[in-house]
């Protein structure tokens, strides 16, 4: 072949190439642009908190930036500038006003950041023109939530949960990005099958989704096996549930032994866990405990679909353990809003018991009680203090009335004595002048009308707590 061919070949191959790619005038801005709100390589970003004008004080009371500057800690962020934003409206185009973009426009020039956290829910189109107009990625409050449910799962059933969110989310948000491919393939020899790439992507990201809803079907399926096992036979569940960073793990791994990853962030719990309680129940029945996702305020209602399998657990639970940060001079609004996703996922009926946790951290005069609808209970998971009144009044609540009081042991009862032995009920015995054991016990009522002819079980009292 001589040299005429090969440049000839070249040509022809240039022009294809050339033709293929020649979606806008301006090729290299656009890739600038797609670079600028690429992944960002390092952590430092911009926290823009808008608070909606609204002419409810009360509701205006809600407005909590805090919280968002602990979502973005938790994820790893280093925040380069906080700034706010008073607005009685929402831009239909940026959600932010003109003002605002401009400033924030400044800021990200001047400082070169290359990611901005706005504290709201965007719709695509404006994510999309606030990319545009700042040349750096931007993530709403939801894009955020799952940026650190996606470092934080660790169970098969929690990386497909989190997948399925991250999709969905992602599915009103192929535009981005991808304008040069909405038009239909043309050209001499390059007309295609009539779809474009963004429609092949939709496509795609739908199949996925239907995969990762079968699976997580599945999933539940099995689920709903374990639960109906349970219910078979005498196992009780008792379900943490909570505002995130409230200490729910750190109660978890007192009661159970767990020894899983508790720390001062949110959502540094994401998997379900469920272990056998490390203490006697005084009854015949195990009791487990299960850890659960902690919640938020405006939790996103996809993320509330997303994690049904895992949330479900709250529906088969015997008993909630609500925990309430005591020592969080917001903790009224977090147990309504803990209060709100309970009543939404239909799980309110079950009966609950609210432990003001973090009690050491704060003076008794200062713990409000948040209501009389459910026993309340003030204990710290670091000092230990109250624990031994929550497991007391778990049991109760799980088995009846809690009873105590001296019952006689006949030397053929031995087989009696020492179930109540593994379960904790006897608390302290003495032999009598007969060889008879004389033991003091505490035990549930329906555990005591498992056992006939024990001498002095009618004189048993009530335990008072």
Known sequence: MDCEQILKDLQMINSVFMQ???????????VYYLEKTSAPADHRAIIVSVDLLRSS???SNNFNSNEFLDLSNSAGLVIEDHIFSKQNFVSASHFLTKGKVEE??????????????LDCELSPSQERNLETALCARVLDRTGLILDIFATRAQSDIGKLQVELAQLSFLSTRLVRGWSHLERQKGGIGLRGPGETQLETDRRLVGNRIKQLKNRLKKQHNQKNLNRYSRKKGSDKLVALVGYTNAGKTSIFNTLTKGGLYAADKLFATLDTTTRKADFKSKTLSTVLFSDTVGFISNLPTKLIES????????????????????ADPE???KVQQVNLILDDLGVDKIPQIKVLNKSDLIPDTLIKPSGNEHPEIKVSAETGDGLDQLKTQISEMLFGEILSGWICFSPTQAAIRSKLFDSGCIVKEEIDENGSY???????KSMLQQFD???GAKSLKPLSL
């Not at 994690?307 to 005591?326: E, G, I, N, Q, R």
């Not at 004389?438 to 549930?444: G, P, T």
């Open 331 to 333: 903790s009224d609004f």
């Open 57 to 59: 004080p009360k509701e």
């Open 453 to 455: 002819n024990l001498e």
């Open 20 to 30: 293929r790619f020649k979606y806008n005038n301006n090729l290299l801005d656009r």
């Open 104 to 117: 924030l426009k400044t800021l990200v020039t001047e400082k070169d950041i290359k990611l901005v956290l």
């Open 307 to 326: 994690f049904k399998a895992t949330l479900d657990d709250l529906a088969s639970a015997d008993l909630l353990v609500h925990v309430v940060d005591a």
């Open 438 to 444: 004389q033991s003091f016990v505490e035990i549930s």
